[in-house]
């Protein structure tokens, strides 16, 4: 009689955590198979919120920058965990609820969109059209850039987003749920819109930029890890890429981007890396990998490489989450 009570709540705990994981995988295929809505996508829904709340807020100090993020990541979570406790016994809406989420945070279908449009476009020597593109996939000003430098900014977009728009979601779900999922995308939106150094977010932006440093530690580097395992499918070696990985992606200013874009510099056999202007303010980033600059014929490359990347961390996502479940019910024992 006494065991019963401890048999119930691991059989919910199967259940629930093998729902959650029907729910990641749900929610890979939904963005496979749709990528990101036009109008009204959940991420920019909470983008135009936290610009309102900046508004409200904004001081240049680090203070209110602390404050304005732990609102809006706290906002993003606690959405999660009602979420979760709303669907608590009944794993058919757990399932729903996570695939939802899931689906609104993964962008891996609409970036390699986005990496086959700016290729095409560069491929018809069309540089209006590419110098167009190039601001849905990263920040830099477009209107002097040449088709090379427009190829080294998509790969280096398709290499850091594989990890923020892919990998890290899905290592924060498998662990949190849909709290780990939607605090994750508050964290990196975020990080996008304030954490660059700017005179105006240099103090503001502080406590957004490092916790974004912090949640995506590991999924950089589970990301290169994946690169590098898979880098026969864009016709590199996987150990050439780890030892560029090792050499070249500490010396990135990011602690986590240098990680991806030097491992996909070693995939492809291209070097990136090179001076940045984002509208006037300019950045020299360090050279990353060996071999020609990236030319249009690499951005497929690195698009093929990055939806590889994301389809593994999808199994491994569905595999931790059960292992997860499979650990807590044996320790409940």
Same mark, same amino acid.
């Given at each position: 009689?006494?065991?019963?009570?401890?048999?119930?709540?691991?059989?919910?705990?199967?259940?629930?955590?093998?729902?959650?994981?029907?729910?990641?995988?749900?929610?890979?295929?939904?963005?496979?198979?749709?990528?990101?809505?036009?109008?009204?996508?959940?991420?920019?829904?909470?983008?135009?919120?936290?610009?309102?709340?900046?508004?409200?807020?904004?001081?240049?100090?680090?203070?209110?920058?602390?404050?304005?993020?732990?609102?809006?990541?706290?906002?993003?979570?606690?959405?999660?965990?009602?979420?979760?406790?709303?669907?608590?016994?009944?794993?058919? *809406? !757990?399932?729903?609820?996570?695939?939802? @989420?899931?689906? +609104?945070? &993964?962008? $891996?279908?609409?970036?390699? %969109?986005?990496? =086959?449009?700016?290729?095409?476009?560069?491929?018809?020597?069309?540089?209006?059209?590419?110098?167009?593109?190039?601001?849905?996939?990263?920040?830099?000003?477009?209107?002097?850039?040449?088709?090379?430098?427009?190829?080294?900014?998509?790969?280096?977009?398709?290499?850091?987003?594989?990890?923020?728009?892919?990998?890290?979601?899905?290592?924060?779900?498998?662990?949190?749920?849909?709290?780990?999922?939607?605090?994750?995308?508050?964290?990196?939106?975020?990080?996008?819109?304030?954490?660059?150094?700017?005179?105006?977010?240099?103090?503001?932006?502080?406590?957004?930029?490092?916790?974004?440093?912090?949640?995506?530690?590991?999924? *950089? !580097?589970?990301?290169?890890?994946?690169? @590098?395992?898979? +880098?026969? &499918?864009? $016709?590199?070696?996987?150990? %050439?890429?780890? =030892?560029?990985?090792?050499?070249?992606?500490?010396?990135?200013?990011?602690?986590?981007?240098?990680?991806?874009?030097?491992?996909?510099?070693?995939?492809?056999?291209?070097?990136?890396?090179?001076?940045?202007?984002?509208?006037?303010?300019?950045?020299?980033?360090?050279?990353?990998?060996?071999?020609?600059?990236?030319?249009?014929?690499?951005?497929?490359?690195?698009?093929?490489?990055?939806?590889?990347?994301?389809?593994?961390?999808?199994?491994?996502?569905?595999?931790?989450?059960?292992?997860?479940?499979?650990?807590?019910?044996?320790?409940?024992?």
């Amino acid at each position: 009689m006494t065991n019963r009570p401890v048999r119930q709540n691991a059989c919910v705990i199967r259940t629930m955590d093998g729902a959650t994981a029907a729910g990641l995988l749900a929610g890979a295929v939904l963005d496979a198979a749709l990528g990101d809505p036009r109008r009204g996508h959940p991420v920019a829904v909470f983008g135009a919120r936290a610009a309102a709340l900046e508004k409200r807020i904004y001081r240049d100090s680090r203070l209110a920058g602390i404050a304005y993020t732990t609102i809006c990541v706290g906002a993003a979570t606690a959405a999660g965990l009602l979420a979760e406790r709303m669907t608590r016994s009944s794993p058919v *809406a !757990r399932t729903a609820v996570t695939a939802a @989420a899931t689906w +609104a945070v &993964l962008g $891996g279908t609409t970036l390699a %969109r986005e990496g =086959a449009m700016m290729a095409r476009a560069l491929e018809d020597g069309d540089l209006a059209a590419a110098r167009a593109r190039l601001p849905h996939l990263c920040g830099r000003d477009p209107s002097r850039l040449d088709a090379a430098e427009l190829a080294r900014g998509t790969v280096e977009s398709v290499a850091e987003n594989t990890s923020d728009a892919v990998v890290a979601p899905l290592v924060w779900g498998a662990v949190f749920g849909v709290p780990g999922l939607l605090g994750y995308r508050a964290v990196n939106t975020l990080d996008a819109m304030v954490g660059h150094r700017s005179p105006r977010y240099a103090r503001f932006g502080w406590a957004s930029a490092r916790l974004d440093d912090v949640a995506n530690y590991v999924p *950089a !580097r589970l990301t290169a890890l994946l690169t @590098a395992g898979l +880098a026969g &499918l864009a $016709g590199g070696s996987p150990r %050439r890429t780890a =030892a560029v990985v090792i050499r070249d992606g500490h010396r990135h200013p990011s602690p986590n981007s240098g990680r991806c874009e030097a491992a996909f510099a070693g995939a492809l056999g291209v070097r990136l890396g090179g001076v940045n202007d984002y509208g006037g303010r300019v950045e020299h980033r360090p050279e990353l990998g060996d071999g020609p600059r990236p030319g249009p014929s690499d951005i497929p490359r690195s698009v093929r490489l990055a939806r590889a990347v994301s389809y593994a961390s999808v199994g491994l996502a569905v595999v931790a989450r059960l292992a997860l479940g499979w650990a807590r019910r044996r320790n409940g024992r």
